[in-house]
């Protein structure tokens, strides 16, 4: 655990709790190859996601308050929390989701790969391509299992042979056996769990 | 919300007057019982009225036959071709310019005075009596354009008509859309059209298009702004969308409807049936392409 949470811990001022220190667990990926090195002789991975000082308001609501954190490359890093303390705002926040929020408006810098996600020339949509985000509950569209995962894909330009690519991700994600026989059904008809 | 303030030693009482709420409950169920029967009897009467009047006079003869001055071998077969053309190009009018229209006001525009103005407004359009838009077809297709009285001045006026109901019944649809559909999209690395096409249209398609046909059928009962672009009563020639005089069903049964002798009562409400018909596939295709457009739609 190397977490490192924002430093003021003042939750009095305007009414609610921010999230001023949002506790952060990490669990190092095993090093491909082998455990050579153990977890305690590691040298720390770089550095992807650093927030500094970030704030996130909803109108005059602050729901997040000064947060600086850092998430490192092939680790694991979770948020926790209780319930309404801004865990995903602050997750929104890092693919720019929020900006479907009209009122959503974030103070600090929130660095990838030490580009400022919020500057200027950035694009959203550029954000998103490499931000990833699964959310809360399952989000089928209404369309077919097949086109649900050729979704993604597709509207990225994939070029490459969009049946193997389907059947390859439903085999990562163990439910190839399951819908093989079923992709023109209808995604929403699989069970969320 | 207030906190109890009961005094010491007395306590809070509940009057559960069960009885009294299942009646009020019974009270409300008659009601709405009573609303649905005077509905029913309603359209039975009119139906039965339409039938017993104009089934004698149904026959094939009466579907595929030219209008004549003798009820017996007057035909609505004009009326008929002009009508479903007519359906045909209000639909195709409508279709891009509706959708078009709904997801620039659901998807694009901004949520300001200037967009609520004009959702405000197309809403009113909506109760616009449809003879108005007659006065300006006339105006702007037959005069303006120089179209004349054609069938396609009449179907783009009656287009305009359906319009403000097909935009607001896309609206409808395309809110009704969870906002986690469109986040589902974007974090795919959607940009804004791949999101709308990929995702909220499809989920809104079974209540745009249900908007659209509804929309159509009341185009296929319209006679009054047909009346006013010019529409011919007296038709023995298949309509040209842009040429030539044309009828369509209502008016045609309008026109039978005036006559003194009793014969053509018969004959225009074997017309309303033939309308009746149409429109009745209409809805049936309509319920067709909702459940087709639903199959992947389990919310």
Redesign the interface.
């Known amino acids: 655990m190397n977490a490192q949470a924002g430093s003021t811990l003042d939750a009095t001022g305007d009414g609610h709790a921010p999230a001023t220190a949002i506790p952060t667990i990490r669990i190092a990926a095993d090093p491909v190859g082998g455990g050579a090195a153990s977890a305690t002789e590691r040298v720390p991975n770089e550095v992807v996601v650093e927030l500094r000082g970030v704030s996130c308001f909803y109108g005059s609501f602050r729901a997040v308050k000064d947060v600086s954190v850092t998430a490192a490359k092939r680790e694991v890093t979770a948020l926790i929390g209780p319930s309404g303390c801004g865990k995903t705002t602050l997750l929104r926040t890092l693919n720019r989701m929020n900006d479907l929020v009209p009122s959503f408006r974030a103070t600090g810098e929130i660095l990838l790969d030490g580009q400022d996600l919020y500057g200027k020339a950035v694009d959203p949509v550029a954000v998103r391509r490499r931000v990833g985000m699964v959310f809360q509950k399952p989000n089928p569209f209404p369309k077919s299992i097949y086109d649900n995962i050729a979704f993604g894909p597709k509207i990225n330009g994939y070029r490459g042979n969009m049946d193997e690519l389907v059947e390859q991700s439903l085999r990562k994600a163990a439910l190839w056996d399951e819908v093989k026989d079923k992709l023109k059904a209808s995604g929403m008809a699989l069970s969320g769990g | 919300m207030t906190t109890a303030t009961a005094t010491p030693g007395t306590q809070p009482r509940f009057e559960p007057a069960l009885m009294r709420r299942k009646m009020n409950g019974t009270i409300f169920y008659g009601a709405c019982l009573l609303a649905i029967a005077i509905l029913i009897l309603a359209l039975i009467a009119l139906l039965l009225n339409v039938v017993v009047v104009g089934l004698p006079w149904l026959d094939p003869q009466f579907i595929t036959g030219m209008p004549s001055r003798r009820p017996t071998q007057t035909g609505v077969f004009p009326a008929l071709i002009g009508s479903i053309q007519l359906a045909l190009i209000v639909g195709a009018i409508t279709f891009p310019i509706g959708i078009g229209a709904a997801v620039y006001l659901a998807e694009y525009a901004p949520?300001n005075r200037i967009t609520r103005l004009l959702q405000t407004n197309i809403s009113n359009l909506a109760g616009v009596p449809s003879i108005i838009y007659g006065i300006f077809g006339l105006a702007v297709f037959v005069r303006l354009l120089g179209l004349g009285p054609v069938l396609f001045s009449g179907a783009a006026t009656l287009a305009l008509v359906i319009l403000p109901l097909v935009i607001i019944a896309s609206i409808e649809a395309l809110k009704a859309v969870p906002?986690?559909?469109?986040?589902?999209?974007?974090?795919?690395?959607?940009?804004q059209w791949?999101m709308v096409r990929?995702?909220v249209l499809?989920?809104a398609a079974p209540g745009i298009m249900t908007g659209i046909i509804l929309a159509m059928a009341r185009a296929i009962g319209e006679a009054a702004p047909l009346v006013v672009i010019g529409a011919a009563t007296f038709v023995t020639s298949l309509p040209q969308p842009l040429q030539g005089g044309f009828t369509v069903l209502p008016i045609q049964v309008f026109n039978w409807a005036q006559r003194p002798q009793a014969d053509f009562q018969g004959v225009a409400a074997a017309a309303i049936i033939v309308i009746l018909v149409l429109i009745f596939i209409l809805n049936l295709l309509a319920l067709i392409v909702r459940a087709r457009l639903s199959?992947?739609?389990?919310?």
């Open positions: 949520d906002q986690a559909q469109r986040e589902g999209a974007y974090a795919l690395g959607a940009s791949q990929g995702s499809p989920a199959r992947h739609i389990q919310w």
